[in-house]
């Protein structure tokens, strides 16, 4: 299975941004998937996930209300919508695929990673 991400790059705070994964090797439909980001030393921490089915969703804390992640199963493809970026949102972002999930998995129970994108917000 492969997971590729894509869209990120250098925005200015308050700009939005579209982040996609494309994923490869096995049924998309069977997979939750989430959205994860590290930044510089720091531990990779959990952004967003949704459900295999896309009827549950589920956010951290710090960007509920200014992310929104969801998911085209024809194009295998989940999203991850932007808005309102700040500094502290610059990392590399990661998306990642557990099979049959609903959207709550921990991060040591996804199965497969993307490389990841680097997403850079000045102020």
């Known amino acids: 299975v492969q997971l590729v991400e894509s869209g990120g790059g250098l925005v200015q705070a308050g700009d939005s941004l579209r982040l996609s994964c494309v994923v490869s090797g096995d049924t998309f439909s069977r997979f939750a998937m989430g959205w994860f980001r590290q930044a510089p030393g720091k531990e990779r921490e959990f952004v967003a996930a949704?459900?295999?089915?896309?009827?549950?969703?589920n956010y951290a804390d710090s960007v509920k209300g200014r992310f929104t992640i969801s998911r085209d199963n024809a194009k295998n493809t989940v999203y991850l919508q932007m808005n309102s970026l700040r500094p502290d949102d610059t990392a590399v972002y990661y998306c990642?695929?557990?099979?049959w999930g609903l959207g709550n998995s921990p991060i040591g129970e996804y199965n497969y990673w993307g490389q990841g994108t680097q997403v850079t917000v000045s102020s």
């Open positions: 990642a695929a557990v099979y």
């Open positions: 949704i459900s295999w089915s896309g009827g549950s969703t």
